[in-house]
């Protein structure tokens, strides 16, 4: 019933800032106790958590990508978004977005839905 779908370029020169968008369908993104999540997965390599957006607005970054990294939100569109600024091509991956529960145990630790995934290829 909770759908998530990525949206976006699918190529970004370097330097430049990378946006994608999760749309949301079938719960709120401000419904408690869940929180929003973008995960990315370079070629060859594991899922990398990058950070959320909880359900009051609050956002915690992976410390590696903090300095590079904005998720925010526009709950009148159930959306919410990342921004990657300062791309090179070690940024190019999968990008998903997926709900995830605040347990306090910290984030990055599971998630219950996903969305399909959207490719980011960073190149000139």
């Known amino acids: 019933q909770v759908q998530l779908q990525e949206s976006g370029p699918g190529l970004v020169k370097p330097s430049q800032t990378l946006s994608l968008t999760c749309t949301v369908s079938?719960?709120?993104?401000?419904?408690?106790?869940?929180?929003w999540s973008w995960i990315r997965q370079p070629p060859g390599k594991g899922l990398e958590w990058m950070g959320v957006i909880a359900y009051d607005g609050g956002t915690y970054y992976s410390p590696s990508l903090k300095s590079r990294t904005s998720i925010s939100r526009d709950t009148s569109k159930n959306q919410f978004s990342l921004q990657l600024s300062s791309v090179t091509p070690e940024d190019t991956a999968v990008y998903y977005c997926?709900?995830?529960?605040?347990?306090?145990?910290?984030?990055?630790?599971?998630?219950?839905?996903w969305g399909q995934g959207t490719q980011v290829t960073v190149s000139s």
């Open positions: 997926a709900r995830e529960p605040t347990h306090g145990l910290g984030y990055g630790r599971g998630y219950d839905y």
């Open positions: 079938g719960d709120s993104i401000t419904t408690s106790y869940y929180a």
